[in-house]
């Protein structure tokens, strides 16, 4: 890999009653290679949110199975000519949704306008997650500039930061790895060896809503990407292993399904005997690498035809 700046910690938002979120921004050296996309003025960027059940995980990182395989995802991201920032977002533990969503926003919000500041090219900012950071990423892409998502006052104690208050949290393209897209199904969509389902109590998807979703509906489809499916959504790109016992396959397949259905452009890659994070029986990094190579190719080829 060629040379990379990193800066890490920049604060992008400073939400009421919590701590200051942060971003680690990756970017390609001076002496780069040229940005993907050829000669438009600035470089695309990408925006990752981490895994980790919307309870633990931190920004940089896409897991421990992940991190450990060495393959430097966000890295082979900046060597093929993207800038990548890597956002915080308050876990379950400090809010309950859309307090996720809101963060995930104002992470775009920030980084559209400090585009100049960076050599980015506002047009072209691209959202990536895996797991709940991919719940995340679709639904940057599903609500742009939703009301249900603009309380008062809500962005602008987010935006205090980057006065960026009225810059768009548009994203041009999603891609998502194993992510949870609706968790009104998703416990009966659990695998029979299944490690976790949302129907547990106290599950995962339970402290992101605040309450069980089989009793709290409303809530369960308000936090699920599925929900917000319309016909100009961005192009997607699913990549979900057959074998997930954390977030069914059906997650990614029904998405794709509505999407599809609706006339977007998707892209679903299921991964045969992949569980969550890419592991497989072997313990090899075969899947992650497919995984990962098919997102940057997903991104190269949407940078090129913007």
């Given amino acids: 890999m060629t040379a990379l700046r990193i800066l890490r910690g920049i604060e992008f938002a400073r939400p009421q009653n919590a701590e200051p979120l942060l971003l680690d921004l990756y970017l390609p050296a001076e002496s780069h290679l040229p940005a993907a996309g050829g000669t438009r003025q600035g470089r695309p960027a990408v925006i990752h949110f981490h895994g980790g059940g919307w309870r633990t995980g931190e920004r940089s990182s896409l897991g421990p199975t992940v991190d450990g395989f060495g393959l430097s995802p966000i890295e082979q991201l900046v060597d093929a000519g993207f800038v990548v920032a890597s956002a915080d977002y308050r876990l379950s533990t400090a809010a309950t949704f859309p307090a996720q969503l809101l963060d995930a926003k104002a992470a775009v919000r920030w980084l559209r306008g400090h585009a100049a500041d960076y050599g980015i090219d506002p047009d072209r900012i691209y959202a990536w997650g895996d797991s709940a950071g991919g719940h995340l990423a679709c639904l940057l892409g599903l609500t742009p500039g939703s009301t249900a998502f603009a309380e008062p006052g809500t962005d602008a104690a987010h935006d205090a930061v980057a006065g960026a208050v009225d810059v768009a949290d548009t994203v041009a393209a999603v891609a998502a790895w194993y992510p949870p897209t609706d968790l009104e199904r998703m416990g009966q969509q659990a695998r029979p060896d299944a490690v976790a389902r949302a129907d547990d109590p106290g599950s995962r998807e339970a402290l992101l809503i605040g309450a ?95």
């Fill in 212 to 306: 069980q979703p089989a009793d709290a509906p409303g809530k369960a489809r308000a936090a699920s990407p599925l929900t917000y499916v319309h016909p100009d959504a961005p192009p997607f790109l699913l990549i979900h292993g057959t074998a997930d016992r954390f977030v069914p396959a059906a997650q990614s397949a029904s998405l794709a399904d509505a999407l599809e259905g609706a006339g977007n452009a998707v892209e679903l890659l299921l991964l045969q005997g992949a569980d969550h994070m890419w592991s497989t029986p072997d313990g090899g990094s075969q899947a992650a690498a497919q995984a990962t190579a098919a997102t940057i190719d997903f991104f190269r080829r949407h940078a090129n035809q913007h």
